[in-house]
């Protein structure tokens, strides 16, 4: 077994670099891993992680809940406007409090639903490729990626002419409470300061929104809680949420695709030449190297999982990116294929929480692909460039991706 | 319009339950937890389209039998 895995250490620069290879290590020898380090089980196998994601019934999606437990009452003083909010994400919210967010907003987010933002990806995705294509490099990341999910969340909440850059910043602050800088020691801090700006920001939005309602996603929420389905907790909560993971995890979706693709030319050519696959090689990059490499998920109850028994309060570090690449699902799973077909990953997780912004990520990662192929060669990482990933247990995020390429 | 026939595609199927909770006379979940049809005339055909434009996964398909014609997805919407 590789030094990591014996260590348990999930943030070991070699598995941040490459979990794909921790993971196959693991699954190879106990698909159901006690991580002593982590103090969890780490599943690797496809129908372990489809199972637990599947059965909301006995796994709890409630971090909140199990979180507030582990904290001392200073601790919980402490991050006080961290929770205020965040027990309100609908990701945090086991049934049926969670259903009735859900039902009311899968709505804006179905197949059909997010066709109407299709023009204006495009149109990004074309302005971006107008600036670097005669220049022949860019950074794919700040280029071409960021601005397609930031775009379309801010048009999605009906204000455009919010501040990005401060958005990102206050975003990354919170994100700090999650994944990224586990070592920072101020990490709490951070993020109350960034969830404090941003409901700050946003509060005055919602209330502008009530007196002046419109067919965007704040009024849809506000009606909803003046009918008295939902709570403005619910509706304040949701808009943070939106706000904070709607574009992080398309941008890297995006970076990642791209990167897998010039790692195989002759699929980049195949997409290229028979652009009509775009959906299948959407499908395939994002079970190949896609944005969110785990979940987590608490025991409501002792439980047996493959042969192991977990205990009630247990919880699971449910590998995506493991489960993806299990070979008893997936023909020659480490194959870049995008012609592959069945492809029933588990990059938007499944179950009652799978990813409500798959939709719009998949049409978006769809214009970012095709706009690419089309204009581009297959690109190549320049000779000085290295790939370096944020440290995190949770996304697969790329801190850049610089490329050269020529026009076509 | 003649009987309308709703199929699930398990290829695509991820259990999501949204189905089961806009229409639980027609879906329910079957022991792999994917869903599963119980009853397709327990909605009209207008329900079963709003319903199958729900899915995340474009998985349900609704299909006039009696003529062949796919009411959903659109072609536009197929992998």
């Known amino acids: ?408 | 319009m003649g009987n309308i026939k709703v199929t699930v595609n398990y290829n695509r199927c991820v259990g999501s339950r949204l189905c089961v909770g806009f229409l639980p006379a027609v879906f329910e979940m079957n022991k792999d937890s994917q869903s599963s049809v119980i009853r397709a005339d327990a909605a009209t055909a207008t329900e079963l389209v709003q319903t199958a434009e729900q899915c995340p996964q474009c998985a349900i398909r609704i299909e006039d039998s009696e003529t062949g014609e796919v009411l959903f997805p659109t072609a536009d919407l197929e992998l």
């Open chain 1, 1 to 408: 077994m590789q030094a990591s895995v014996l260590k348990d250490d999930l943030m070991a620069p070699e598995v941040v670099a490459d979990p794909h290879s921790y993971y196959h290590n693991l699954r190879e020898n106990e698909r159901v891993h006690w991580n002593q380090r982590w103090k969890g089980w780490v599943l690797t196998g496809y129908k372990e992680v489809v199972d637990i994601l599947r059965d909301p019934d006995h796994f709890s999606s409630d971090r909140m809940g199990y979180l507030e437990n582990e904290l001392t009452e200073q601790e919980r003083e402490e991050i006080a406007p961290i929770f205020k909010v965040l027990k309100y994400w609908m990701v945090f919210r086991d049934p049926p409090s969670h259903t009735v967010l859900r039902m009311l907003l899968n709505k804006l987010f179905t197949p059909t639903a997010v066709e109407r933002y299709r023009p204006m990806v495009r149109k990004i995705v074309q302005k971006a490729l107008d600036k670097v294509v005669d220049r022949g490099k860019m950074e794919v990341v700040h280029d071409l990626a960021y601005d397609i999910p930031m775009s379309v969340v801010l048009e999605l909440i009906g204000a455009p002419d919010l501040d990005r850059d401060k958005i990102k910043e206050w975003s990354e602050a919170i994100g700090v409470f999650f994944f990224i800088k586990a070592d920072e020691p101020r990490r709490r801090e951070i993020a109350c300061e960034g969830i404090t700006a941003l409901v700050n920001y946003i509060e005055p939005i919602i209330a502008h929104r009530r007196e002046h309602p419109g067919t965007d996603m704040i009024s849809l929420l506000i009606a909803a809680e003046e009918a008295g389905q939902i709570t403005y907790n619910d509706v304040l909560g949701t808009c943070v949420l939106l706000i904070f993971g709607g574009h992080e995890t398309t941008m890297n979706l995006i970076a990642n695709g791209t990167l897998a693709l010039m790692q195989h030319p002759d699929q980049w050519t195949l997409l290229h030449n028979k652009p009509e696959l775009i959906k299948k090689a959407v499908e395939e990059l994002l079970r190949y190297d896609g944005s969110v490499k785990s979940t987590v998920r608490w025991a409501k109850e002792d439980i047996m999982i493959a042969d192991k028994l977990v205990k009630k309060g247990d919880r699971l570090l449910v590998c995506l990116s493991g489960a993806n690449r299990d070979p008893l699902q997936f023909p020659d799973p480490d194959k870049l294929d995008i012609t592959r077909d069945p492809n029933l990953h588990v990059a938007f997780a499944h179950g009652i929480h799978v990813c409500l912004g798959a939709s719009l990520a998949r049409m978006e990662a769809e214009e970012a692909f095709a706009g690419m192929v089309k204009r581009i060669s297959c690109p190549k990482l320049p000779e000085d460039a290295y790939l370096n990933y944020y440290p995190s247990v949770v996304h697969r995020a790329l801190k850049n991706l610089p490329v050269t390429f020529h026009k076509l």
